[in-house]
């Protein structure tokens, strides 16, 4: 539901009484929210927190050694996971109890994104703290936040908010591609800034998919593909630290005793491990070869103390968590649950499967962290955050409200559009502010093409059930 | 997705489903690869990391540790570090070889800039820039951080004790190697076994992994125990340094044995050095003298003679034997003299006294066969044994080869040549019952495991004499420390000392004979008589200030069993009351004999400086009467010509002393004679027979001295070996007496 649009509607024959835009937004949530009829995706959560506890576990196998060696305290990282792990896990189920719908308003999509965009500026500008050549974090004393992992989220919710409020008019250039775009490449650019190539391509991919998902033209996406990847090839080369990383991932024996180390010896631990593992706790390679084993390279430690086996069963868990999460996108109540579930399984899964193939070799060394496993509080937060808005998503919710309710909508919009098709376009002001002008040059110009037709076939069957639902609102106002 | 159209749902349906599908290939992709990491490709990729990762490595283990016999560290092996460099890594890094040098020459002191400035630049994977560094030097090395500039742990050889014990031990080069002593000998025990194999190698290099490493015995040599006894070991040491520079000598040697065993309990020499710096020492001061050193014994094989003799049945204890009152003529050239003159004596006389004649009447009566074996049997002659490098087994030669006075001189202890640990071994034989042991300076060789590799049991080689016989002359013995014994001053309170002292002149190359004033002062024997528990033998060489054995060496032996006896806990007064009044009337006899020795010192002294004065200006009691045996050693049957009386007194201003060129070719007492500047005059051919001068006088610078020369002549009987009279000098010389210095 766009409350702009309500508020925006002048014309609207029983809209005397709000004349402000907040007026809808005081309204009873349990009024404006399709009623929530079932509990959260079990298994979904059931997964989630066995991988956290694996987690704990393997952060406790692969640390020992470096906690006793630099702390002279083996448990050193395993309390800290634990806890991290009790307060990721109590975020999750805490955010799987708010309904997602109450991000879906432009007072709670921007501050965020504008929140984001702050922290990466920071970090871009130097505030930062280097950890490894990359100055990634922000130090908040209890908690080191990492901004790009806030920012990744940031474009879910801005995607998700802005991709549902124009869903008429996707595929028009100006309106459903370009402003996403725009702020996906400013996000990108303060992430390169840092540097964190990994984190700018996967802002870019987030975005891309959601885009894609939601119905823009394939030829923009091309487009912006064709333009984007010669931009990547000269990052690359320019930078000689990447180049390196792509030489040693490219042969990563080959320099094993300068860029191509982690890579090898992660390489060495997967072999080491063959098919069953050299036992839990019996990893030779973490003692003094792999650096980061507990951290970025986790997986390899996996894959060497539980071999083909453990490797296999992770992949699993991680298989499940995007199916359980598309499927919640599938069966999410409205078109911005399921561009939130999309995006957050998007978020998770390409997070694991790139840490894994990173770990592998099959990708540049990128700084990912494997979700829910790795050590790290920044990771382990923002990924329980995430699973649980994708929990709060799956919940089954009473589908026939949101039908009216949208399907009123669609009746408003086509009955503005049958006004500006009347002749009202010649007086709407070609320049209007931004945001306001939007839905009517969005109707007046690519809607029409590509919708137009459609929208008002479908309005004229939806017209008859439009009037309780507007009614209804109209009570409620 | 319920608010969309029924068809854009369908098509947001389809999409998200293609996402599925593109992640499922993904995560497929993924899995793919992992199978083909872990299980496909995985032994190419550990045949890869075997190659890599690890290297051959050639572990030498860390030398084995020597310890004394109560566990006491002797040697050990520390791990210090070493600092190397990889020459090419340097150059790639593109530093210059000068500077670094300077640069590690700041840090480490004494560090050669050139040398290490050509090490750098040159062009191999590894040079040493410098080996055993002190930790601070390491840590400062690790803090300059120049690349191929590392540091390697090394294990250095390390000797705690210092100079104690160090010509047993030896000592390790900079390569742990052993160079000397039981370092050398036992070289292989030490080291352990070098194995190649593989280990897992960090980035740095360093050795991280290996299941070798946890085999033991490869990072370990065995240990070595030693019979060695640390305390006995540092009083012999303390000892032997005391009296060597009292007496102004140039050298000592004490071997402390345990006679029921033949264990050595100390083994010290002197001069010495300190084996953790070898290098800074002279070589000489290396030399462990008591195993590689012979010398004359002299008086002090006299027990052995009367032993022999008693055992073979051909003397009885209670015998008399006619001493010819102080000199006895063996033929018509060759007279054998005592110090002092007595008419008869027994055995035990005889020794108490130490008379030539006596033991060289008992000797002949034994025949020159009985003698030889006797010696033989007693362990002269051939080495003992000793697990350390160089020992010698003296002269002894065969009775075949002997020439006419040697069965009487060898009798007591002329002509043949022994060492101390011969001595102390043979004297063993008497103490304990007759039966020769053999000695031992390696208790036991354990590995690292803690596995007997070597144990070393008593062993017995054979009885010598019968134990009654050993009693007996052990009992003879203990008059020797008794009041007018020659080693009064070995005796030890509470205890009944048997002994016997030495005091042999030297052989003197230049004279041909005995030099009037190198002596060699000795005292063997064993404490408590009644029942030994130390056999200790103590020789000094060449001391200036006395030189009598029982004056020089007999302190020695009384403060070494002294001390080591109560460290032992060998209780005093085994003898009761009457040993006790025994050791008191004993004291009271030292005292006076020291007195009158002091006085004998000084008179002798003073006589130095009189050229009217005999040899018989001293009334030391233990003069063995060398003087008169020098006459007896021309072989040849030309002009009888005893030394006579000289002068004793330093050659004057143009002046020389006569050498004695006797048994020399002419060619030899040419040289001989040209060297102290004199002219031969030969006469006739062949061998030296007489020669005028005589040997010992002086003669004027450039004088012309007549030497008469006469071939050989020899006795049917007496077939020299052809190898070992290859010329007639050479025979000659074999005559001469074997010397003290080897050389």
Redesign the interface.
């Known amino acids: 539901m766009s409350l702009r649009n309500i508020s925006l509607r002048p014309s609207a024959p029983d809209a005397a009484a709000p004349t402000t835009s907040q007026a809808p937004a005081v309204a009873p949530a349990t009024g404006r929210f399709p009623k929530v009829t079932g509990t959260a995706d079990v298994i979904l959560a059931a997964t989630i927190i066995a991988l956290v506890f694996f987690g704990v576990v393997m952060v406790y196998s692969a640390s020992a050694s470096l906690a006793a060696r630099t702390f002279e305290d083996g448990y050193h990282y395993l309390v800290r996971q634990s806890i991290y792990a009790v307060v990721g896990l109590g975020l999750m189920v805490v955010l799987a109890r708010i309904d997602y719908h109450r991000y879906q308003a432009s007072y709670v999509t921007y501050p965020i994104l504008m929140a984001a965009f702050a922290l990466l500026v920071v970090v871009a500008l130097g505030g930062g703290r280097t950890v490894g050549g990359a100055a990634r974090w922000i130090d908040l004393k209890v908690v080191r936040v990492q901004p790009a992992e806030i920012a990744k989220l940031a474009i879910i919710f801005y995607l998700s908010y802005s991709l549902s409020k124009k869903r008429d008019q996707l595929r028009d250039f100006k309106i459903g591609f370009l402003p996403h775009i725009l702020v996906a490449g400013v996000f990108m650019l303060l992430c390169l800034k840092q540097p964190d190539f990994g984190s700018a391509v996967m802002i870019g991919l987030l975005t891309v998919v959601l885009l894609f998902t939601a119905g823009t033209r394939i030829n923009y996406i091309l487009g912006a593909a064709a333009i984007a990847l010669p931009m990547v090839y000269l990052l690359i080369t320019g930078s000689e630290y990447r180049m390196r990383r792509i030489e040693a991932f490219v042969n990563p024996f080959q320099d094993r005793a300068g860029v191509g180390y982690q890579i090898a010896e992660s390489l060495i631990s997967f072999a080491q491990g063959g098919f069953w593992g050299v036992g839990i706790g019996d990893s030779r390679q973490k003692h003094a070869f792999l650096p980061e084993a507990h951290t970025d390279f986790i997986s390899a430690i996996v894959g060497e103390e539980l071999g083909l086996v453990g490797v296999s069963i992770l992949l699993c868990a991680f298989v499940l968590v995007v199916y359980r999460g598309l499927r919640a996108a599938l069966h999410a109540a409205d078109d911005y649950g399921t561009y939130l579930a999309t995006g957050v399984t998007l978020f998770v899964g390409l997070q694991a499967f790139t840490n894994l193939s990173v770990a592998l070799g099959l990708l540049p060394t990128k700084g990912l962290t494997l979700p829910f496993v790795s050590y790290g509080g920044s990771s382990l937060l923002v990924n329980c955050a995430a699973v649980g808005l994708l929990l709060n998503v799956s919940r089954p919710r009473d589908v026939s409200a949101v039908l009216a309710r949208t399907e009123a909508e669609s009746t408003r919009r086509a009955n503005k559009n049958d006004k500006v098709d009347r002749g009202e376009a010649d007086s709407a002001p070609p320049k209007r502010s931004r945001w306001g002008a939007k839905p009517s040059v969005a109707a007046s110009t690519e809607e029409t093409r590509a919708h137009g037709a459609r929208a008002n076939g479908k309005g004229g069957r939806a017209r008859p059930s439009t009037a309780p639902a507007r009614r209804s609102r109209g009570s409620s106002v | 997705?319920?608010?969309?159209?029924v068809?854009?749902r369908r098509?947001?349906?389809v999409?998200?489903?293609l996402?599925?599908l593109l992640?499922?290939g993904?995560?497929g992709?993924?899995?793919l690869?992992?199978?083909s990491?872990?299980?496909a490709?995985?032994p190419v990729?550990?045949e890869?990391?075997q190659r890599?990762?690890t290297r051959n490595v050639r572990l030498s283990p860390k030398r084995g540790t020597i310890y004394d016999r109560h566990g006491a560290e002797l040697a050990v092996s520390v791990d210090v570090d070493t600092v190397t460099a990889n020459p090419r890594e340097l150059r790639a890094a593109g530093r210059d070889p000068a500077a670094t040098a300077q640069q590690l020459a700041s840090v480490i002191r004494g560090l050669n800039v050139e040398t290490v400035t050509a090490r750098l630049a040159s062009d191999r994977a590894f040079a040493f820039i410098e080996r055993h560094v002190t930790p601070q030097q390491g840590a400062a090395v690790e803090r300059l951080a120049i690349p191929g500039v590392r540091l390697e742990q090394e294990a250095r050889r390390f000797y705690p004790n210092r100079e104690l014990a160090a010509h047993v031990l030896g000592f390790a080069n900079v390569d742990g190697e052993g160079i000397e002593g039981i370092e050398l000998f036992m070289e292989d025990s030490l080291r352990g076994p070098e194995r190649e194999f593989e280990a897992?190698r960090?980035?740095r290099g360093r050795v991280?992994?290996s299941d070798h490493l946890l085999d033991s015995t490869t990072q370990r040599g065995q240990d070595i125990t030693l019979t060695i006894d640390k305390t006995i070991q540092h009083i012999a040491e303390r000892e032997l340094a005391l009296a060597v520079q009292t007496f102004e000598a140039r050298a000592g040697h004490v071997v402390v044995m345990d006679p029921n065993t033949g264990e050595i309990l100390a083994l010290a020499n002197y001069p010495t050095y300190d084996p953790n710096s070898p290098g800074r020492f002279d070589i000489s001061s290396r030399r462990n003298r008591a195993v590689t050193d012979r010398f004359e014994p002299g008086s002090t094989v006299k027990p052995f003679t009367i032993a022999g003799a008693l055992a073979a049945g051909t003397i009885r204890a209670n015998q008399t034997f006619d001493c010819g009152d102080g000199s006895m003529v063996v033929d018509e050239e060759n007279t054998i003299r005592d110090s002092h003159h007595y008419t008869t004596l027994t055995p035990a006389q005889i020794i108490a006294f130490s008379s030539n004649i006596g033991t060289a009447r008992i000797a002949a009566t034994m025949g020159r066969s009985g003698l030889y074996r006797a010696m033989r049997r007693f362990g002269f002659g051939e080495q003992t044994g000793l697990p350390l490098p160089g020992e010698t087994g003296g002269v002894l030669r065969h009775y075949r080869r002997w020439y006419e006075m040697d069965a009487a001189t060898i009798s007591f202890g002329q002509g043949m040549s022994v060492t101390s640990v011969q001595l102390a071994t043979a004297m063993g034989v008497i103490a304990n019952g007759g039966r020769l042991m053999r000695p031992t300076l390696v208790r036991r060789v354990v590995d690292a495991d803690g596995a007997m590799v070597q144990d070393n049991l008593p062993q017995v080689r054979r009885q010598v004499i019968p134990t009654a016989t050993a009693r007996l002359v052990a009992d003879m013995m203990t008059a020797v420390t008794g009041p007018g014994g020659t080693g009064i001053e070995a005796a030890i309170d509470g205890y009944l000392v048997a002994g016997k002292t030495g005091t042999a002149q030297k052989a003197d190359y230049v004279t041909g004979g005995y030099a009037r004033d190198q002596w060699l002062a000795s005292f063997v024997g064993f404490v408590p008589a009644e029942s030994p528990r130390l056999v200790i033998s103590v020789v000094i060489d060449e001391p200036l200030i006395a030189h009598a054995g029982g004056i020089v060496a007999g302190p020695v032996f009384r403060r070494v069993g002294e001390a080591a006896l109560r460290h032992l806990g060998v209780p005093p007064n085994g003898g009761g009351q009457a040993l006790a009044e025994h050791s008191a009337r004993l004291r009271q006899a030292r005292r006076e004999a020291r007195i009158a020795a002091r006085e004998a010192a000084r008179a002798e002294r003073e006589g130095r400086g009189n050229p009217g004065a005999s040899e018989d200006g001293s009334d030391d009691s233990d003069v063995d009467g060398e003087e008169g045996v020098v006459a007896a050693r021309n072989a040849y049957a030309g002009t009888p010509q005893p030394i006579p009386a000289v002068a004793r007194r330093e050659p004057r201003e143009g002046e020389t002393l006569v050498p004695d060129v006797r048994g020399m070719s002419a060619r030899a007492a040419l040289i001989t004679l040209h060297r102290v500047g004199l002219m031969p005059r030969f006469e006739g051919s062949g061998v030296a027979v007489a020669q005028e001068p005589a040997p010992g006088a002086f003669g004027a610078v450039g004088a012309p001295v007549r030497v008469v020369l006469q071939r050989p002549r020899f006795d049917v009987d007496e077939a020299i070996d052809p190898d070992e009279s290859g010329t007639v000098a050479s025979a000659a010389r074999v005559a001469a007496p074997a010397t003290g210095a080897a050389p």
């Open positions: 997705m319920n608010n969309l159209p068809e854009r098509w947001l349906k999409r998200i489903a996402l599925g992640l499922l993904y995560a992709r993924v899995l690869r992992a199978y990491v872990q299980v490709e995985a990729i550990r890869h990391v890599l990762q897992v960090d980035r991280v992994y």
